[in-house]
């Protein structure tokens, strides 16, 4: 699985690059997080992680925006992944762990939908990182009516043809072992087979990955027992935008990181950066299509 990452790309606009994409070896689309935003004209990167509801529809594309996309995307063999966040709902603007007021009813009306009002202070604390919040309100996502808003947001989104899932901030959903049942159970809820699901868990250790892995490939700067259960890459969106870790680097240097990544990894994401064509590169074709021939 090749993934072109195309952050904060409205749907529409993605269409006419589909040929191109198709043909520089990638066979799967990363879209934005199509979820209502507590802030629909907000430019900053990170609003896209502040959704107010279970549901199809932003700034960055409607229903039908996303229906034709997947319908186009098909005709080339090009998977379209979305971007979900099931863990966490928009905070309130002075930095409070509750929900904004925008945020669906449905979910603050229930007391027994939210984590404990507290921030994340040790990330070695399975613990913590599983029942408190990341810097906005967590979800309970222990509870089984919950779940079931999340499926059936997650099969709306089946319906209109998306190809598979990327479970934002998925270290923070709990585990079976961590008397969690989300996993298993929402997996198994959905409508289609096949899916290309993957969650992202980053600063972990293989032994934790390979717990995720049991039920989906994970998005991770670490390694696992068995490469071909992540997904790698030499660059994000958090890394470039968010920590800035990669900012630095040149084009280049990206492209060429994420070749070497291909040569030891199946299963590799490309983050397309803003204003900035390097994705179209020869060298990225190659690589790709290196997967392709074996």
């Known amino acids: 699985m090749r993934i ?29 997080p199509i979820q ?5 004209d907000a430019s900053d990167w990170w609003m896209s992680y502040q959704p107010i ?3 199809i529809g932003n ?33 309130k603007d002075n930095g409070e762990l509750r929900p904004h007021e925008k ?14 009002d507290k921030r994340i202070s040790n990330w070695d604390d399975r613990y913590q990182v599983t029942h408190y ?38 270290k923070s959903i709990a585990l079976p072992e961590e008397y969690c049942e989300f996993w298993p159970r929402v997996i198994y809820c959905l409508k289609k087979y096949g899916l290309e699901l ?26 696992a027992y068995n490469p071909d259960s992540i997904v ?3 660059e994000s969106h958090d890394t470039y935008l968010g920590f800035g870790f990669t900012k630095n680097k040149s084009s280049s240097e990206i492209v060429n990181n994420y070749v070497d990544l291909t040569n030891i990894y199946n299963n590799t994401l490309f983050y397309a950066r803003p204003f900035d064509d390097s994705w179209k590169s020869h060298n990225i074709e190659c690589a790709n299509k290196r997967l392709i021939k074996k």
């Open 4 to 32: 072109l990452h195309l952050f904060n790309w409205r749907l529409q606009d993605i269409i006419p690059y589909l040929d191109l994409i198709s043909s520089q070896g990638f066979d799967s689309i990363q879209i934005n």
């Open 36 to 40: 209502p935003l507590k802030n629909e």
């Open 53 to 55: 509801r279970f549901d």
């Open 59 to 91: 700034r960055f594309g409607s229903r039908e925006d996303l229906m034709r996309l997947c319908d186009e995307a098909r005709k080339r063999n090009i998977r379209i992944i979305a971007d979900v966040v099931c863990n966490h709902m928009a905070g």
């Open 103 to 116: 945020v669906d009813s449905r979910l603050t009306s229930r007391a027994d939908f939210w984590k404990e």
């Open 133 to 170: 919040s990341i810097g906005l309100p967590g979800l309970n996502v222990w509870n089984g009516e919950l779940q079931d808003i999340i499926i059936d947001f997650l099969n709306d989104l089946i319906d209109c043809g998306v190809d598979g899932f990327r479970f934002d901030a998925a």
């Open 198 to 223: 993957y969650g992202e868990v980053l600063n972990s250790d293989p032994s934790l990955i390979e717990k995720y892995a049991k039920y989906m490939r994970v998005l991770t700067d670490g390694y």
């Open 232 to 234: 790698k890459f030499a």
